[in-house]
RNA sequence: GGAGAGAUGGUCGAGUUGGUUUAAGGCACCGGUCUUGAAAACCGGCGUAGGUGUGAGCCUACCGUGAGUUCGAAUCUCACUCUCUCCGCCA
């Protein structure tokens, strides 16, 4: 959420980020229902400041044993014409709130402006990819072979965009969880969370997912009850509602979640293997910063998320997002993409994003610099720090032999009684 | 799921026959006086948000959330949420 005073003072930078994002929003509109609002609010502000002065009176005279009929006749007028406004006041409160709640986070200047994915910037490319001398098979054929990994049965028990792990393919995927919280927690410093795999509206709201996109989230039956599309939207609302020490910032949480997205509008892509889930593992890493140091806090947090690619001997590639495809509550977001074989191309495996005071806002997430100072809100941040699944899948298809095979990277062998091929 | 108790500013906590409570008071914290320094004592300050004004300031709202009664609600009514205690069920 933006500020509302920001807006006020200097609409023409909400102008160009909206058009710049390829987005629509009636901003003149908009200013208008806020001045019609200030209108009302002094109009209303001063008859209840009339209605206090004055209903003092009433016990006063009552004690003094004059007659208050006419003061009580002329009060009730008062009242009518009050509600009457107030009611008008909040209509128009609620219209401004939710059109707020549509308005997307303004892109940071040197985000390069663009209309899709084609126009992103890489910034850096780290390992090479590899040259097979066979015929490499996709991952999907090699975890069938290797019967690891069984979307069959899944679809049987569940539906299409699930997935049974088996065998050495559910202890693949495990040793990449432990791996990666035990990379974040012990070198770079986060402290893990497991959080709750469901939330509630508000906290939805809070991170940026509703209200405009609940066509992509599950909602449970019977309850307000939200399945988590990432790990982010529980590690960013812990704080919700809350003003923070600014001696524990930064604050910093890995967190493992399952993943659930609806995937709405995707169908027909990647309908095949583990790149396109409608449950998915992931490791998150969540920031909460100083405004003046969260884009030193992303590049160390997109640092931190690049060590795991490394770590494994996966190629990628660092790419930022240009404004037609940053996220709608990101200010500035990096992208990882890891080379995937069976697509020959890089792939996003991670999102690394500052969200400034976007999310801060709408969750009331604050801190004070010093005791009589006034409270500000923080910058949250987060990123992949990966997307398991399609981590297995890359670890499947780069590590692959001509005999079907699959070497385990050094790294991992520890998480997996020391086994160093999945056969 | 059943029964009961509760929710007031950073924290503790008063206020519930509706009207000088204008949310008292304590603690914590900040500034000052005193002191070699500190403590104590004393004096002053100290919630959030919105609006308005060049400005000191002024005004409005907020006592878990949302409706309602009333000229007037922390206080009365209704619904809901959450917390605690006990019982039941359960991994």
Same mark, same amino acid.
Not at 354 to 363: K, P
Not at 394 to 415: M, N, S
């Given at each position: 959420?933006?500020?509302?005073?920001?807006?006020?003072?200097?609409?023409?930078?909400?102008?160009?980020?909206?058009?710049?994002?390829?987005?629509?929003?009636?901003?003149?509109?908009?200013?208008?229902?806020?001045?019609?609002?200030?209108?009302?609010?002094?109009?209303?502000?001063?008859?209840?400041?009339?209605?206090?002065?004055?209903?003092?009176?009433?016990?006063?005279?009552?004690?003094?044993?004059?007659?208050?009929?006419?003061?009580?006749?002329?009060?009730?007028?008062?009242?009518?014409?009050?509600?009457?406004?107030?009611?008008?006041?909040?209509?128009?409160?609620?219209?401004?709130?939710?059109?707020?709640?549509?308005?997307?986070?303004?892109?940071?200047?040197?985000?390069?402006?663009?209309?899709?994915?084609?126009?992103?910037?890489?910034?850096?490319?780290?390992?090479?990819?590899?040259?097979?001398?066979?015929?490499?098979?996709?991952?999907?054929?090699?975890?069938?072979?290797?019967?690891? =990994?069984?979307?069959?049965?899944?679809? %049987? @028990?569940?539906?299409?965009? $699930? +997935?049974?792990?088996?065998?050495?393919?559910?202890? !693949?995927?495990?040793?990449?969880?432990?791996?990666?919280?035990?990379?974040?927690?012990?070198?770079?410093?986060?402290?893990?969370?497991?959080?709750?795999?469901?939330?509630?509206?508000?906290?939805?709201?809070?991170?940026?997912?509703?209200?405009?996109?609940?066509?992509?989230?599950?909602?449970?039956?019977?309850?307000?009850?939200?399945?988590?599309?990432?790990?982010?939207?529980?590690?960013?609302?812990?704080?919700?509602?809350?003003?923070?020490?600014?001696?524990?910032?930064?604050?910093?949480?890995?967190?493992?979640?399952?993943?659930?997205?609806?995937?709405?509008?995707?169908?027909?892509?990647?309908?095949?293997?583990? =790149?396109?889930?409608?449950?998915?593992? %992931? @490791?998150?890493?969540?920031? $909460? +910063?100083?405004?003046?140091?969260?884009?030193?806090? !992303?590049?160390?947090?997109?640092?931190?998320?690049?060590?795991?690619?490394?770590?494994?001997?996966?190629?990628?590639?660092?790419?930022?997002?240009?404004?037609?495809?940053?996220?709608?509550?990101?200010?500035?977001?990096?992208?990882?993409?890891?080379?995937?074989?069976?697509?020959?191309?890089?792939?996003?495996?991670?999102?690394?994003?500052?969200?400034?005071?976007?999310?801060?806002?709408?969750?009331?997430?604050?801190?004070?610099?010093?005791?009589?100072?006034?409270?500000?809100?923080?910058?949250?941040?987060?990123?992949?720090?990966?997307?398991?699944?399609?981590?297995?899948?890359?670890?499947?298809?780069?590590?692959?032999?001509?005999?079907?095979?699959?070497?385990?990277?050094?790294?991992?062998?520890?998480?997996?009684?020391?086994?160093?091929?999945?056969?």
């Amino acid at each position: 959420m933006l500020d509302i005073r920001a807006i006020r003072n200097n609409p023409e930078i909400l102008k160009e980020a909206i058009e710049k994002r390829n987005s629509k929003f009636d901003v003149e509109g908009f200013l208008k229902l806020d001045e019609k609002r200030r209108e009302l609010l002094v109009v209303v502000e001063q008859m209840k400041g009339k209605q206090n002065a004055d209903s003092k009176l009433i016990p006063q005279y009552k004690k003094e044993g004059k007659d208050v009929s006419a003061l009580m006749n002329e009060m009730k007028e008062l009242s009518d014409k009050i509600k009457e406004i107030d009611s008008q006041v909040k209509d128009i409160d609620n219209e401004i709130e939710s059109e707020l709640l549509t308005i997307p986070n303004i892109p940071n200047a040197a985000v390069p402006v663009g209309m899709s994915d084609a126009d992103n910037l890489e910034i850096r490319k780290w390992g090479e990819p590899r040259k097979f001398d066979f015929e490499p098979k996709p991952h999907w054929d090699i975890g069938e072979d290797l019967d690891i =990994i069984d979307p069959t049965t899944a679809a %049987k @028990v569940t539906g299409t965009r $699930f +997935t049974f792990y088996k065998g050495l393919g559910a202890r !693949l995927e495990r040793a990449l969880v432990n791996f990666m919280l035990d990379l974040h927690t012990t070198k770079h410093g986060y402290t893990e969370v497991f959080p709750p795999f469901m939330v509630h509206r508000n906290s939805m709201q809070g991170t940026g997912q509703l209200p405009k996109f609940e066509e992509d989230a599950f909602k449970v039956a019977n309850t307000e009850y939200f399945l988590i599309p990432t790990a982010e939207v529980p590690v960013t609302n812990m704080y919700r509602e809350q003003i923070l020490d600014v001696k524990n910032l930064p604050i910093k949480h890995a967190a493992y979640s399952a993943c659930f997205r609806a995937e709405a509008g995707a169908a027909g892509r990647d309908t095949r293997g583990l =790149i396109r889930q409608h449950q998915f593992n %992931k @490791v998150e890493l969540v920031k $909460f +910063t100083l405004p003046e140091d969260s884009y030193n806090e !992303l590049e160390k947090l997109t640092n931190d998320a690049e060590e795991v690619l490394q770590l494994l001997g996966l190629p990628y590639r660092v790419v930022r997002l240009c404004t037609g495809d940053l996220g709608f509550s990101s200010a500035t977001t990096y992208d990882l993409e890891v080379w995937m074989p069976s697509y020959n191309r890089y792939v996003e495996i991670s999102s690394c994003s500052n969200f400034e005071s976007f999310q801060a806002r709408r969750a009331g997430i604050r801190f004070r610099r010093g005791l009589n100072e006034k409270p500000e809100f923080v910058h949250t941040l987060n990123g992949s720090g990966v997307a398991i699944g399609r981590t297995t899948a890359c670890i499947l298809e780069t590590y692959q032999q001509p005999d079907g095979t699959v070497v385990i990277p050094e790294i991992l062998r520890k998480y997996m009684n020391d086994l160093d091929v999945i056969k």
